[in-house]
């Protein structure tokens, strides 16, 4: 699958526009912005954890929609399209008690109406701790951002 990125911001403008969002909040970082991928980390701490101290499950699904959805964006002409969450899933598979946790969205299906990517999340060992799959809808119309990304 050979799909490429429409637009190709710097992870600094990325992180600039998630300024007052979720993703500020809970600490996310971006990384890299790939041909066709995006990456990113998210501390393990106060704000992502459950009780028991472990990562928890909904910290690594908003961290796994926040870059699938920047990077279904991205795929994107701006003047004409937008997208949405459709639908997400996750299977936790490794827990997470300290450090940053990694991640990368990757196309899996790009079309009219709708994308799929995969997002897999790893320790700072590399171990794979949650695989995600995230589907978007495709707005045929300009998306409205109130000064996030353009």
Known sequence: ?????????TPQLIQEYAKNTLAEHI????????DNYLTG?????NRTCQPMGLLHGGANLVFAET??????????????????GLEIN??????????????????????QNTHVWEIKVTNEAGELTCISRLTLAI????????????
């Open 41 to 45: 980390r998210m501390p393990v701490d």
């Open 90 to 111: 996750a299977n936790h598979l490794k827990p997470v008690k300290e450090g940053w946790v990694y991640g990368k969205a990757i196309p899996f299906h790009i079309g």
């Open 67 to 84: 870059l699938g959805s920047i990077a279904g964006y991205l795929m994107l002409n701006p003047k004409e399209k937008s997208c949405v």
């Open 1 to 9: 699958m050979n799909f490429k990125f429409f637009q190709t911001p």
């Open 27 to 34: 600490g996310i970082e971006f990384l890299e912005v790939g």
């Open 139 to 150: 707005l045929h119309q300009p998306a409205i951002l109130k000064g996030r990304i353009p």
